[in-house]
């Protein structure tokens, strides 16, 4: 039972912050619900005007996603890199193969979507 006293201890310190989050918000939330105005309630989206018909049908430029999910694909591969140097001796010439390999095919993606000019701001 000893041997559970610090995960007992850690899992009520995170039930109080959770608990003591929620409290804290509610007694905020009541203190400045009468505080209402119009830019207050206004929608706020990727820096694109609110209106009741937003040009375009409403929809977002596609280069936002696009470069969200670069931005996750780079992330990943920082992932995958950052283990990878930490061992890199004891992994050999075999974990220097895999690697290339797994650069290489990061990287063509990369080249498609800049020779498509999915990275330009235009």
């Known amino acids: 039972m000893n041997a559970y006293v610090p995960l007992l201890a850690m899992i009520g310190v995170a039930a109080a912050i959770a608990i003591a ?3 804290a918000s509610e007694i905020l ?3 400045t619900a009468g505080r209402f105005n ?3 309630n206004l929608n ?3 820096g694109i005007e609110a209106t009741p018909v937003a040009e ?6 596609v280069k936002y996603y696009i ?3 670069i931005f996750i694909i780079f992330d990943i591969e920082v992932v995958f890199l950052y283990p990878w140097s930490v061992s890199f001796e004891r992994l050999g010439a075999w974990g220097l193969i ?3 390999l797994f650069l290489a095919l990061m990287t063509l993606p990369f080249v498609y979507v800049w020779r498509r000019g999915g990275l330009e701001w235009d």
């Open 44 to 46: 706020y989206e990727c």
């Open 56 to 61: 375009g049908s409403g929809r977002f430029p």
């Open 21 to 23: 989050g929620i409290v």
């Open 98 to 100: 895999e690697m290339i």
């Open 29 to 31: 939330g009541r203190m």
């Open 38 to 40: 119009r830019i207050k």
């Open 67 to 69: 470069t969200a999910m």
